[in-house]
């Protein structure tokens, strides 16, 4: 079970979430980018690192889209 | 050695003391044609067929851990072939018709049993579905029926059918030919086989790294030291990501975690495999009188092998849905893996950036079902370097050019898939 803490709510259940995946930077929508760039960004995911950077919806809290470092092995969330 | 009544009845006067090794102690020799990296399901499959389809023994098949340790072993053993699209639905058709004959090709006991699979529908729209999917796996030339609740009923007895429940059942999508092969015997099995036609199986020996020369493999490095080879095969599952990374290039994979659970046993209830759709929730029953359950994976990328508790509690809730008695029973075991789920949902398979270097991943959890044909494909890849028509649509490339297979429709978020 994972307790999410939420900048705004403190620390919830992860039933209160919904699971963004990556924090993602996209390309610039306005500059055109490749496809290669899109590919790249939509596609690919570097499991090499323990440590990710991700979103979480609390559609049950706060409404708001959160950004957290979490640890892929323990589970553990880093500020 | 050959499995027999004979066999039996003569190991008996030795207090079956001394039946063989199934798989025979193999020392690292220096090079190989062919080395597999991963000794699950799939690879010991793909050595199988090697040798005895293609006459290629001089294979290696490595593992950091034991034969079948990985997800070949974490699954919930359910076959079945029920898909929509014709990429999925052809291999795991072929599949279940391998299935069939495959305890005799290999002289070994994989307990398939064709119990058939009933998949639950819960609204008019999802029945519709069904009759869509059913009708598609006829055309393929599978087996399938649509059941009225009145058939459910007379099927499986002890199903709630009432309207008073959240998610009434309207109907069901069936396949005769489903059912559960013993996962366990099926590594095994392919193991046995494979070693008694001289390939070298090494278990708990990690490969830390591979030999690249001009984008052309030209090793493996283990633990036991260097292995010169012509062609490697990485077929990792939850590793997959971590070993394209030591070739040099990322995989489309998210790493998610999957529960199952069995309960206490209890004597014979049910005879089919039941698979409730508002939510995931699927349940058999073993020889033994366990029920065996699963549910949707975790929802998050993970490493752990460890699940939520959420999982546990929201697919347990459905299997009650279903069958109130279950919440009279404990559960006896829990268990979980590493689901390697591509963006699309489906399997990757064949060439990779790296000539002779080729990869079967991606199968998240839903791979077991597929093994046979992955290997009987696979070992055609492997000697032919020709894509086999039956893998060519689960190519790397698809993720560039957009030619995704995407089964359920949801893009690319593997949580959801």
């Known amino acids: 079970m994972l307790l999410i803490p939420c900048p705004n709510c403190g620390e919830r259940d992860e039933r209160e979430f919904s699971y963004g995946g990556r924090a993602i930077k996209y390309p610039d929508l306005n500059a055109l980018a490749s496809i290669q760039a899109w590919h790249e960004v939509l596609h690919?995911?570097?499991?090499?690192?323990?440590v990710i950077r991700e979103s979480w919806y609390h559609h049950s809290g706060c409404e708001c889209w959160i950004e957290i470092t979490r640890n892929l092995m323990t589970h553990e969330f880093e500020s | 050695m050959k499995y027999?009544?004979?066999?039996?009845?003569?190991?008996?006067?030795?207090?079956?003391?001394?039946?063989?090794?199934?798989?025979?102690?193999?020392?690292?020799?220096?090079s190989y044609d062919i080395v597999i990296v991963g000794a699950g399901g799939h690879g010991l499959?793909?050595?199988?067929?090697?040798?005895?389809?293609?006459?290629?023994?001089?294979?290696?098949?490595?593992?950091?851990?034991?034969?079948?340790?990985?997800?070949?072993?974490?699954?919930?053993?359910?076959?079945?072939?029920?898909?929509?699209?014709?990429?999925?639905?052809?291999?795991?058709?072929?599949?279940?018709?391998?299935?069939?004959?495959?305890?005799q090709e290999l002289n070994f006991n994989l307990m398939y049993s064709p119990r058939g699979y009933v998949d639950l529908a819960h609204s008019d729209g999802e029945l519709e579905h069904f009759l869509l999917r059913a009708n598609a796996m006829r055309l393929g030339g599978a087996d399938a029926?649509?059941?009225?609740?009145?058939?459910?009923?007379?099927?499986?007895?002890?199903?709630?059918?009432?309207?008073?429940?959240r998610y009434p059942v309207s109907g069901a999508l069936y396949q005769a030919d489903g059912g559960v092969v013993r996962h366990d015997a099926v590594a095994w099995?392919?193991?046995?086989?494979?070693?008694?036609?001289?390939?070298?199986?090494?278990?708990?020996?990690?490969?830390?790294?591979?030999?690249?020369?001009?984008?052309?493999?030209?090793?493996?490095?283990?633990?036991?030291?260097?292995?010169?080879?012509?062609?490697?095969?990485?077929?990792?599952?939850?590793?997959?990501?971590?070993?394209?990374?030591?070739?040099?290039?990322?995989?489309?994979?998210?790493?998610?975690?999957?529960?199952?659970?069995?309960?206490e046993p209890v004597k014979p209830v049910l005879d089919t495999v039941v698979n409730y759709n508002a939510g995931l929730s699927y349940l058999s029953q073993t020889d033994k009188g366990e029920l065996v359950m699963g549910g949707s994976t975790d929802g998050y990328a993970s490493f752990a092998k460890r699940g939520s508790f959420a999982r546990i509690e929201d697919t347990l809730a459905r299997a009650i849905q279903m069958f109130p008695f279950i919440s009279n029973l404990r559960l006896m075991r829990h268990w979980s893996g590493t689901a390697d789920i591509p963006m699309d949902g489906n399997a990757i398979v064949g060439?990779?950036?790296?000539?002779?270097?080729?990869?079967?991943?991606?199968?998240?959890?839903?791979?077991?079902?597929?093994?046979?044909?992955?290997?009987?494909?696979?070992?055609?890849?492997?000697?032919?370097?020709?894509?086999?028509?039956?893998?060519?649509?689960f190519s790397l490339q698809r993720f560039e050019t957009g030619a995704l297979i995407d089964d359920v429709g949801i893009g690319p978020y593997p949580w959801l898939h």
Not at chain 2, 22 to 28: D, G, K, P, R
Not at chain 2, 47 to 75: C, E, P
Not at chain 2, 373 to 393: C, K, N
């Open chain 2, 145 to 165: 029926e649509i059941l009225s609740p009145e058939e459910i009923a007379a099927m499986i007895p002890g199903i709630n059918l009432s309207d008073d429940t």
């Open chain 2, 4 to 30: 027999s009544g004979f066999s039996l009845l003569k190991n008996a006067f030795s207090g079956h003391r001394k039946w063989p090794n199934i798989v025979a102690n193999s020392e690292l020799k220096s």
């Open chain 2, 351 to 393: 060439h990779t950036p790296v000539e002779n270097l080729f990869f079967n991943c991606g199968w998240g959890y839903a791979g077991f079902k597929a093994t046979p044909a992955v290997g009987w494909a696979m070992a055609e890849l492997l000697t032919t370097d020709l894509m086999p028509e039956l893998l060519r649509p």
């Open chain 2, 189 to 263: 099995g392919f193991a046995r086989s494979a070693s008694s036609a001289g390939i070298d199986i090494v278990q708990n020996c990690p490969v830390s790294g591979f030999s690249i020369e001009n984008n052309k493999i030209t090793g493996v490095t283990t633990a036991q030291g260097k292995v010169a080879c012509g062609k490697v095969l990485v077929s990792t599952a939850g590793a997959s990501s971590h070993l394209a990374g030591m070739a040099g290039f990322a995989l489309p994979i998210e790493m998610i975690n999957v529960q199952a659970f069995v309960s």
């Open chain 1, 44 to 50: 690919l995911r570097d499991n090499s690192t323990e």
């Open chain 2, 45 to 103: 499959a793909t050595a199988h067929y090697l040798a005895k389809k293609h006459g290629v023994n001089n294979v290696l098949v490595i593992d950091s851990g034991w034969i079948g340790g990985g997800n070949t072993g974490r699954n919930t053993t359910i076959v079945r072939s029920d898909y929509l699209l014709s990429a999925s639905f052809e291999l795991k058709n072929f599949a279940l018709q391998l299935w069939k004959s495959l305890s």
